[in-house]
């Protein structure tokens, strides 16, 4: 073992062994990943769909050794060490910086044993690299349907790994490879290249100074601007640029060799049966990226998922609703009369139950999307839309990121990671959050109930579902305008490339689906449920409270017996409660802001809730809940009847006629309101400047368009 | 350039930057390769080398050169 291998950082700070999975995109990493830790994790099946890093931990059990807890973590897919793109550079920065936090101890390496020879080849530059490594034949039905033979008694030895077979979507192998990886920690391995081939002065010259193998140092002189160390990194920049190395045709070179080595290994391992099978995705590829079928079965699976969405949750929507009004009387009549009575029930409860009763819906909207990733058409789609996305000056992987952004605009936003290309990147970052996404989804429900019927057009479709699906179509068309007018102001710094591996369809695995699901809506609501809680007491304490002369001079002018005689105790009830909200710290701040909004048809109510839905848009509910509890001691109706029955003071008639919604749903289908997003684009562009950009360019968007919807419809 | 279903020999790689791209993902010379087929507008391709499937734009296949064709259909 030489230097850079047995340094200090290997165990880590808190001494766990290391364990790594690395492998191509779609060998199924993320599946074993998900057996071996448990830990609930998104599994797809489009190329590069994990481009963060995730860790779990597992114990293993090993004779001696007794059982050790070790650290496990997917690694991106990638193709070979040599990096393209950001979740490529993650992996390798990862596995040849031997100094790197992560760097493990020992590689699981997944390999799709029904495409074995350009599984290999990641595989054996790791060998290569020193790594103690165990090599999981993964998909072995594949193998087995396709009638193919590996020898793979034969392939250990010649590697000198162990090699364990495996499928992934059984748990078969699972215990030989819990038990076989202790035994090759620490293990020095064979080489696979012929290190005469790759060696030359300048990697001898390496070698020298950093002590380290032929290829590691091959390595360090391709890839030292990866290094953190910056001592290392400038004696090899210096080597580097005295000999006028030339990285890409070194790697060339090396890339012809090892496919030569492989390809002679795998004649005799592997032994062809008869023609494949893969005939299947063939005949639905030639329907799902057809001409017009493509096409055509692209929009319908969309219109499908929006309608279903709509539809399916209508009905467990309704229950929750039901249930939050009944619990909230409930509490209200536990409870003894008083400010923590209030602050639950008005402040606490009202915000939630606004949130909660949407879990349906996301529920259903991250189950579609699991799916289409899952079965591989996600993929397909990026191939049939390709051509189209670029005349805007995105890329066909542009798609993942802007139909994922139907669910979420942060995780949309990191899977854009797998574009390779600046320009395209920060476009599809730039313009993912104008896709309506979930925490909308609240909005736009409850907005629409207050304007559009409830019927069926056409025989079948729901008229609500076609407004949501034409907020959804808004979305996206100020999606690609603003990617348009991106595309003609930021300068392209490299040329982009469009080359990706159309993986075949497979049936989705329903438990990782499940988990998907489970781990998403979890994230949702104690994620937007912490906010929501600590943004409705605060409302509810700015809603309850105002400037005590006010507050007391309300209380004074209806205590007269003048008030008595003209109303109804339970009118004089309801007009100091509403006297009292506009009187309130929150009713003059919305009043402060009103003149800016009243030209998009906003009072101050609104005003109130579009600034606490900066801490997330669903708020937006929570809000309008809190507000009208806090005006209406009656808790019996829900939020929709109460904001429905509001009247505008000045002209007598609904407030939220069909001006007022549709100008207020525009608003939020464009505005920036999401800490969060901002938060993730200025850690995946490195800079201030990006979300400076879009919190400007999505505003003025929001304004000037509900503008003119309100104008005109008015 | 190759029509559907036909068939031919990698023999060289004209565009240096994506090259190594290529040769990783298996097109190797020497390789056979088959143009699987063409997105609906007439842009991107897919090809078949191999056991994979890989899709690429026009312009980026047209950096390989194909030294054999014949109909495989």
């Known amino acids: ?714 | 350039m190759l029509g559907i279903g036909e068939i031919g020999v990698i023999d060289s790689f004209e565009d240096e930057e994506l090259s190594l791209k290529f040769l990783e993902m298996g097109c190797l010379p020497g390789e056979t390769i088959e143009l699987e087929r063409i997105a609906p507008m007439g842009d991107p391709i897919a090809i078949r080398v191999g056991k994979s499937s890989l899709c690429m734009r026009k312009a980026e296949a047209a950096g390989i050169t194909v030294k054999f064709v014949e109909n495989g259909r």
């Not at chain 1, 192998?173 to 064979?190: H, N, P, R, W, Y």
């Not at chain 1, 949501?468 to 007018?485: C, E, N, Q, S």
């Not at chain 1, 989705?508 to 809506?521: A, F």
């Open chain 1, 1 to 714: 073992m030489n230097a850079h291998q047995t340094n200090t950082s290997k165990q880590g700070n808190n001494g766990k062994l290391k364990i790594a999975l690395a492998g191509n995109p779609n060998s199924g990493k993320t599946t074993l990943f998900n057996a071996l830790t448990g830990l609930n994790q998104q599994v797809g099946n489009f190329p590069g769909v994990t481009v963060e890093k995730k860790s779990g931990s597992t114990t293993l059990k090993g004779g001696d050794r007794q059982s050790i807890k070790v650290e496990l973590t997917d690694l991106p897919g990638a193709y070979s060490i040599y990096p393209k793109s950001l979740d490529e550079r993650v992996q390798c920065d990862i596995l040849v910086n031997t100094t790197h936090d992560d760097h493990p101890d020992l590689v699981i390496y997944v390999a799709d044993a029904s495409n074995l020879k350009r599984s290999l080849f990641l595989c054996t530059q790791l060998i290569d690299l020193g790594l103690p490594l165990v090599l999981v034949l993964n998909m072995m039905d594949l193998v087995e349907k396709e009638g193919d033979n590996i020898d793979h008694q034969e392939l250990e030895k010649e590697l000198g790994v162990p090699v364990i077979l495996m499928s992934a979507r059984s748990s078969m192998g699972l215990d030989e490879l819990k038990t076989k990886m202790l035994g090759e920690i620490g293990q020095s391995q064979k080489r696979f290249i012929d290190e005469a081939e790759i060696e030359t002065p300048v990697i001898r010259k390496i070698q020298k100074i950093e002590n380290v193998g032929v290829y590691q140092a091959f390595q360090l002189a391709s890839n030292y601007a990866l290094l953190s160390d910056e001592r290392v990194k400038a004696e090899i920049e210096k080597i580097v640029d005295e000999s006028r190395f030339n990285a890409l045709q070194y790697q060339r070179q090396e890339t012809l060799a090892r496919y030569k080595k492989i390809n002679l290994l795998l004649t005799h391992i592997l032994r062809h049966g008869p023609e494949g099978q893969t005939k299947l995705t063939q005949k639905l590829d030639n329907i799902l990226t057809h001409k017009v079928w493509g096409f055509a079965i692209f929009l319908g699976v969309l219109f499908m998922v929006f309608q279903a969405i709509f539809s399916w949750s209508e009905y467990p929507m309704m229950l929750l609703e039901e249930f939050f009004v009944i619990l909230s009387t409930k509490l209200k009549s536990i409870l003894p009369e008083g400010v923590l009575a209030d602050l639950l029930v008005d402040g606490v409860l009202a915000g939630l139950s606004g949130i909660l009763v949407f879990i349906p819906q996301i529920a259903l909207l991250f189950f579609f999307i699991a799916i289409l990733e899952d079965t591989g058409y996600m993929a397909r789609v990026s191939f049939i839309m390709d051509k189209m996305m670029r005349k805007v000056g995105l890329n066909g992987r542009s798609v993942i990121p802007l139909v994922s952004g139907v669910a979420c605009a942060v995780p949309a936003i990191m899977s854009a990671r797998t574009i390779s290309n600046w320009k395209e990147r920060i476009i599809t970052i730039m313009v993912t959050p104008l896709m309506s996404c979930s925490a909308r989804l609240p909005v736009y429900t409850l907005l629409i109930s207050l304007a559009v019927p409830s019927k069926t057009v056409l025989g079948f479709l729901n008229l609500q579902g076609i407004v949501m699906m034409g907020l959804y179509l808004i979305g996206f068309l100020a999606a690609i305008g603003a990617a348009l007018v991106l595309k003609w102001i930021i300068k392209a710094r490299e040329r982009s490339y469009f080359i990706m591996e159309l993986p075949v369809y497979r049936a989705p695995r329903w438990s990782s689906i499940g988990l998907t699901i489970t781990e998403k809506v979890k994230l949702f609501v104690f994620e937007a449920g912490k906010v929501i809680i600590a943004v409705s007491i605060v409302l509810w304490v700015f809603s309850s409270y105002g400037p005590s002369s006010k507050m007391q001079a309300i209380e004074d002018k209806y205590s007269t017996e003048q008030a008595a005689a003209q109303y109804t105790p339970e009118e004089i009830d309801s007009r100091i409660a509403s006297e009292k909200l506009e009187a309130s710290y929150a009713g003059l701040f919305g009043k402060a802001i009103e003149p800016v909004i009243r030209p998009l048809g906003f009072d101050w109510k609104i005003g109130i809730a579009l600034f606490t839905s900066f801490a997330a848009r669903e708020v937006f509910v929570g809000t309008m809940a809190t507000i009208y509890s806090a005006g209406n001691e009656e808790n019996t109706t829900s939020i929709r009847e109460k904001m429905r029955a509001e009247i505008n003071p000045g002209t007598g008639e609904k407030q939220y006629n069909l001006a007022v919604v549709f100008s207020l749903m525009i608003f939020y289908a464009f505005a920036m309101q999401c800490m969060s997003t901002l938060a993730i684009v200025f850690a995946e562009t490195k800079s201030w400047k990006w979300p400076l950009v879009q919190f400007t360019y999505m505003s003025a968007l929001a304004y000037l368009s509900s503008l003119i919807v309100y104008q005109v419809l008015s």
